[in-house]
Each structure stands twice: as C-alpha cells, then as structure tokens.
C-alpha cells in the first residue's frame, strides 16, 4: 500500500498536526512516458505555509483535500519514459506521497557521488540556490560591506552568511539564541550576532552590531526585525525580502512604521525574491555552489526527521524555531 | 539693500509663515574668483520640507537662523571669474537672497535661447530630471505596460505621465480634484484618472482602472495611496518612492499595512530616488528631454508666485495642493 499527506484544512495562525491528513491511497502502475518513483527524503520550507492560504490571497494555492508538494529527492524503481532508468535519483517539485507517478517532465536528476542525496534539497537545492541567487540578483556585495542577516542559523540564513564571507563582507547573523549565535559564529564564521529573544532594543543592537551600517540586510523573517534594520541602514542599501516568518502566521493585515521615508532618504531598494523565477539561473548557482562545497569554504546543517508520517511535524516545528539548518524528512 | 530668508525655527507638521523670516542684509562685493548673482526665479519643492526636520533625522538639514537654499535661476551681474560674464544666465543650489556672491563652482550656464528660463527649474530642471532618472534607473518601462502616477498633476507627476505615453503605456494619474483629472487628460494625455479626494476605496478604483494591472508605481505621496497601489501590483513591478508628501508633515511615526508580503509574493520592487544621486546622467537627460520639448511631445505647467518676500508662501501652498505643475517664485 501507498501513503499520502493531504492539506485537511486551512492553518489559522500557527498549523498544527489538524491541518493534516495522513491517506492509504492506490498507487496504479506509470504508463508509456512515466515514471514509478520512491520518495527519499522531503524537504519542509516556511513558504510552504504561505502556500496553505485560501486563492485570494496567495500564488499558487495548495487545494484542501489534495497532497501537498514540497522539493523530494526519489529514486526511480520503475521506468517507461527513455530519459530516465530504474536505480536513478531525481529532484522535483512532487506530492507528499511514499510513491507516485510522474510524467518526468519537470525532474532533475542528482548525482549522489558527488554530494549526500539530502545536499540537494539543502546547499544544492532550493535553500542554496535561494541564498546565492537573491546575493547575486538583489544583493551585490562589494569587498568591506556590512551583510546583516535575519534567521541566521536557519538553511538560508547559514549559506548567506557564508557567501558573505567568501565575499570579503562582515556578516552580522540575527537568530533566536544563545546557541545558535554561538554555532553560526563557530560553524559557519559569522563576525557578530544578536539573539533577538534576549534583546530590548533591536535598533540598537544592530547599530552596535555594525558600527559601519548595513549595507545588505537579507530578511528571512520580516516584521519588527526588518524594522530595526531598516533604522541602520546605509545609503544605497539593498534589502532581500525573502522570507516574512514573522507575520506569515498573521490572521489580520500587518502593521508596522511605513518605509517610505527611509527609502527615500537613503535611496534604498527593497525587493521580494522568489527563487523560481529564475531556473534558467540554477545550473549556474549549482556549479558555484558545489565549488565552494568541494574547496571547504561552505558548509551545512541538517535536521533529520525520520518517517514519512512524520513530515506534517517536521513542517510545524519549521515555526517552533527548534531545526538547526535544513529540515528534512528522511521517508 | 537686499534680502534674505532664513528658517526661524523648525516647522512641527505642516509649514507655517512663522517658520520663516525675511532679514535685510548687505551684499558685499564678490572678491576674486567668485561672481554675484541677481535671483531671477526660485523653485520650491516638497523635498524641501524634509531638510527643514532636524540634524538626526534628515540628510543635510537645513540650520535654523540660516538662509533656506533651493534651485535658483540668476542673472551674473558683476563677475571677477573668467568662467562667467556679465549677463549670464546660471543655474545652482543657491540661498533664497535677491542678490548673492558665489564661488562659480556648482553652477551651470543656461541657454536663455533654447527654452524659457523657468524651464530650467521644471521640465529641464530637477522636476523633469527626477521624472526622467526615476524611470531610467528603476522604472524600465516596456510598452504596454501600466504606468501609475500620484500626484499626476503636480510637476514631477506631470512629465512622469508623459513620458509614459512615450514609451507607449497605459498611464493612470491619481490627483486631488476633479479638475486637476479632467487636465491631466486633455493636456498629458493621461489614459485615465482617479481624484483620491472623491473615492472611498482606492484599491478598487485602482483595480477598474488599471484592468491589466500596475507594472509601475510611481509614487510623488506615499502612505494610504502606496497601500493601495502595492494591492494591485503585478508580478516583478517597480514602485518608485520618489516622494511621500503625505508623511513628511508627521509628528508620529507614521504606520501602515506591512508592505514586506506582497513584495515577495509578487518579486516586486520599492527603490527609492534621490536625482541628485544621478547627476553624472544629468546632461544625458537634459538632451532627451529637450529633444521630446521641441517635437512637441511634451508640455509643461508653471505657477509663478511673483516677489521674493512670497517664497515661503509658495512652499506652504505646495502642501494645500494649490499648485498646477510646477510652482515657482518670480523674484
């Protein structure tokens, strides 16, 4: 038998294990042209959350009722399309399901000697191709800048950091503790950090943090933080909306101190970045990125949660701050 | 004799005749090197309002007891600089005196023969460089595309809407009254236009008049009309914050719907726009715009307040929205 996840109903704030529905389903047999594939590992992103509002109010919908989809790495046990063979591991935008069919049509193939499968849904997959793409598209670091990172130890968080110091930047990393501004300064080489949770005065803090400014503030988190980099910012500075954690749980329209001004003032830009509007960049980020990987300079965390069952959990935990790194679902 | 204006003391909220003060002082006489200048018209500009805050809050701000300085148009009428000769006509950021002595060193000649010499401080001054630049540098509008525009009937807005029809757009001013909509139509062939005054929901009059969507925003108001503009902007737009007259009268830290969600949703952009930081484009920009000025393709508005003991007149008026196009002092 075959299992999979179905989106039960819509989050209210914070999802919980209710929003869930774990399935026994048929699998059926691929066709001409298909695939028959096994999930290997699930990756859990905070986007996908924006995803489980209702068609107003998001792009891309999940439908309630229907799997969700998330990155998986699988391996092909079963093959009727030429491109692809049994014993083949692939990446793709796929359901919550242990096994399923698939045209093949939007499937990567990976190469597992050249990184652990679970990479690709971290460094090399859409965490990496994330944090290198928004530095090159929005970020532009010059030598001597001041990067100043939210989410720090998060699996974007971690790479921005080091890209930053490949970048000749100092990186100033914002997390949720003690422990893990002590790891990203000791792992991942970080200058400064600021756990937020034990800090009054963000503005402050940061200013202290970056007695130059900010020159490039990556936000994966938005609201209050976003805030107080804002205050610090310098002349020209770019801010990387790339996440909101902060308010993506919001039942009502966030408020906050209209930026306006300080944009004006300081003749900044404040863009959004979703990755996927740029995959013809992808190949281009991975050949960088698996450099940087094989020369030492870049490293990663994983969380790993195992059972397939336990993927709504894995994905929850996501808003609990309690992944270090990357979180997967080992099937 | 002659006169100055000095900032008395800092406005608190909207400008008031008391924040300035007209002092009769002596002129002198320019020592080598340097030239004296009769004020013939004097700009004045929303931005202005922004250096009257004080020193923390504001890039050069202007000091209390000290003349105000805006962008002048003067005649040389004595000089001891072999740059300039008597009869001259330059342009530069000059103290609001009716006489004045002056280095040469940031000022620029003027071609009296070309255009008007008002022109100078509207279409082919900062006004029509601002409206050029910001849409050169972040606005890349393509053909087709939906260009908004608030404050659609002022100087800046006036020109933004023109040269969006130049570049084959549909353009859509917003403006405050009825009247100041029926003549961004007929005289800048504006598509179509939205009194803000007379609409209760912005957001819906923006939807049905821009059906396709924003691609562009630019925005001369900031605050509830940048809230609801950023409610119908399309994939990958760019929201120019070129201005935010609606804010920087604000005692309060002036809050607002938090604008970071649907700059990711969309990949969209909010940059903003200092003209001065572009200045190497300046000539670049002067020669299109009077090219376009010649063939006809564009037009202009003045409103000239006439003697020097009304420019702080003519600056408060700009917030009571009494001004059509370009507002100027004839000295």
């Not at 079963?78 to 499937?107: A, C, T, Y």
């Not at 944009?263 to 190949?283: C, N, P, T, W």
């Not at 940087?292 to 929850?316: R, S, V």
Request: hydrophobic share 40%.
């Amino acid at each position: 038998m075959n299992d999979q996840i179905i989106l039960k109903n819509r989050p209210k704030g914070k999802p919980s294990e209710d929003n869930f529905e774990l399935q026994e389903i048929e699998t059926g047999k691929p066709k001409a042209g298909e695939v028959l594939l096994e999930s290997k590992y699930i990756s859990v992103d905070p986007y996908l959350r924006g995803r489980m509002r209702d068609e107003e109010s998001y792009i891309e919908p999940f439908k309630v009722e229907e799997p969700i989809e998330s990155m998986i790495v699988a391996e092909v046990t079963d093959s009727r399309n030429p491109n692809f063979s049994k014993g083949d591991h692939v990446i793709g935008m796929l359901d919550w399901k242990k096994l399923q069919i698939n045209s093949g049509e939007n499937l990567r193939k990976v190469d597992k000697s050249l990184a652990p499968l679970s990479a690709y849904l971290g460094v090399l997959g859409l965490t990496g191709l994330t944090a290198f793409l928004a530095l090159d598209k929005i970020g532009d670091l010059k030598s001597g800048e001041t990067l100043l990172v939210s989410g720090a130890a998060g699996a974007v968080g971690s790479i921005v950091g080091q890209i930053g110091k490949i970048k000749k930047c100092r990186v100033v990393g914002i997390a949720g503790s003690d422990e893990k501004i002590e790891h990203i300064r000791n792992r991942f080489g970080f200058d400064a950090g600021i756990n937020y949770k034990d800090t009054k005065d963000m503005t402050k803090a940061i200013a202290e943090a970056c007695p130059d400014g900010v020159d490039v503030y990556f936000d994966n988190v938005g609201g209050e933080i976003l805030d107080a980099a804002l205050q610090n910012i310098n002349k020209a500075a770019r801010i990387i909306n790339c996440g909101a954690i902060s308010i993506y749980n919001s039942t009502e329209v966030p408020m906050g101190p209209r930026p306006e001004g300080i944009l004006i003032k300081k003749s900044a830009l404040m863009q959004g970045f979703l990755v996927r509007d740029h995959i013809k960049d992808y190949e281009r980020a991975i050949q960088e990125l698996a450099g940087w990987l094989k020369e030492g300079k870049l490293t990663y965390d994983e969380t790993i949660i195992e059972g397939f069952d336990k993927t709504p959990k894995a994905f929850i935990q996501l808003f609990e701050g309690r992944n270090i790194g990357k979180m997967l679902v080992k099937v």
